[in-house]
């Protein structure tokens, strides 16, 4: 077998894992059961927390990313490395241990104390937020880093060469020609904050109408046997990834043939 | 204009030590030497991106040391990802104009005339992603001098460009030198760029100025044998000084005797350098003349080369001559064939050896 067709055949491989996957769920694909759950009052209180939630995570994430991912990519300070080290951590350690990290953190007496008098976190909404940013703020600065890192320094010295202010040089020079990953970076994390469940669920809890993102309530339906909502969930959750992705995709194409 | 005093610079392990130069108002100064002799990091401290351990730079008498790169004063045009990609040739232009928020009516006037000087006229509203080498290089000249700077630097500007378009830009960096009264500074490897564009010269090897002065000078009478080396001299022979009179003396190279001027201590152990358009070659003996060197030498080799031919002799020890390719036939230059190798004694270059 040729190179060509052995890699090929490797790259068609993953695509039918993901495709049987996504394939198997037509076993249970109920069309009335189907429009009944996409229609359903919880259904929705779902769909609008978990776009609204993963909208603020990833806001979040990418105005602490920017400046971070613009101090890792451009100086180099004491404890660059450890911060640089820490990116990683929601990748290695899993969301659940990320979420009882928080759970651990609100238990002492700072996080308690922040719970009384500034925002109550734990089985709440900004418990779902707080969640999701965790998750992905590492992620987010590790993409608006590389942003970065493709944006010469030189240009910044030219600017400021021609009167610009680091700052000046920043906005007018870097920023712009860093966008296009900064928006891939701030779709790929909503995405993401989207799908989150392990530390959501650790903070947050599964109260439905209330803390149920859409990954807590196809756990929930799942929990009660009720495979056709599961699937319809399901569907819904992998649209709006797919969505995203391509939306990811045309953005990107757009500015760089801009 | 710029004076560069005992600047000591780190950059990661590499160190540039005590360096100082001087470029006088409207003088082209190059700053020479190989890859990893210290040119970036010199430019990289004069500009400020890099900070200087000890030293001081100096601009039209303003201490500048510790300025941030804006207020400097200084043009600066890079070797290339000079010009931001995502604004047009024109909004490149006015960069400055908005950074420093000076009103159109005196900055628009400066550069239309730049705009005429360069022929970029046609480029303005197109995206720099367009540009080809050249015209990229004038726009970055062009956007560098609209800014009004007090010096100008200059980090390899052509080198990315081909040959033809080099020698285009140098003359019109040549004529825009003297319609603006530039001061610049011009970082390069490439000798040719140097000597068409700088009027002083100073050479950098590892970190340390090897040599410094009139390019000239430099290019007749190398300090160091590293220089030399590094400047392409064509002969670079160990000899030894067997006579002295007055001002000339006599060196002895492998088998054969040069003269060449003084004053030089006798028994000074030296390296004869010899620039290859200083030997001239003749099949009668170059009977006449004041040439005080004419050695009887055969062709060991040719080398065909652009645009002088250069020809491997062997003189009692190897000297090498450049001939333009009509002479080279008119004199049947061939492998084999003895010529008469005639060298003026102010051609023979003696550089001091350290004995041992």
Known sequence: MSLRRATVAAALAVLAVYGGLLASLGWFLDRSALCATLTS????????????????????AVAVGIPAAYALSRFRFRGHQLVDMVLELPLVVSPAALGAMLLVFFANPFGAWIQVNVVRFVFGVAGVVLAQWVTVLGMTVRLLKTAFDEVPRELETV????????SHAVWTVTLPLASRGIVAAFILAWAKALGEFGATIMVAGTMAMRTETLPIAIYLRLSSADLPGTVALILMLVGIGLFALELTRRLLRATAHA | ????????????????????????????????????????????????????????????????????????????????????????????LVYSARARRIPAARFEPVLERLVAATGIGALLERSPRTLSGGERQRVGLVRALASQPQAVLLDEPFAALDEALRRDLWWLLRALRRDWELTILLVTHDLAEAYMLADRMTVLLDGRVAQQGDRMEIYTRPAMPDVA????????????????????????????????????????????SIRGEDVALSRTGGAGGSARNRLLARVVSLREGSPLRCVELDA????????????????????????????????????????G
Not at chain 2, 16 to 28: T, Y
Not at chain 2, 254 to 261: E, H, I, V, Y
């Open chain 2, 229 to 272: 080396r590094f400047l392409g001299v064509e002969t670079l022979e160990a000899g030894r000084v067997v006579a002295a009179q007055d001002d000339l003396v006599t060196v002895e190279v492998g088998s054969a005797r040069l003269t060449a001027l003084g004053p030089v201590a006798l028994g000074a152990e030296v390296l004869v």
């Open chain 1, 159 to 166: 600017a400021r060469t021609l009167g610009a202010t680091q």
């Open chain 2, 316 to 355: 009692g020890f190897p000297l090498y001559a450049l001939v333009t390719r009509p002479a080279s036939e008119e004199l049947a230059l061939r492998p084999g064939a003895v010529v008469t190798a005639v060298i003026k004694a102010p051609a023979v270059h003696l550089i001091p050896r350290r004995s």
């Open chain 2, 1 to 92: 204009m710029l004076e560069v005093d005992a600047l000591r610079v780190s950059a990661g392990r590499f160190r540039l030590h005590d360096v100082s130069l001087s470029v006088g108002r409207g003088e082209c100064h190059a700053v020479l030497g190989p890859s990893g002799a210290g040119k970036s990091t010199l430019l990289a401290a004069i500009l400020g991106v890099l900070v200087p351990e000890t030293g001081r730079i100096r601009l039209a008498g303003a201490d500048i040391t510790t300025l941030p790169i804006e207020r400097r004063g200084l043009g600066y045009v890079p070797q290339q990802l000079g010009l931001f990609p995502h604004l047009t040739v024109r909004e490149n």
């Open chain 1, 41 to 60: 009052t919880r259904m929705l209180f779902a769909l609008r927390l978990s776009l609204l939630t993963a909208l603020v995570a990833a806001a979040l």
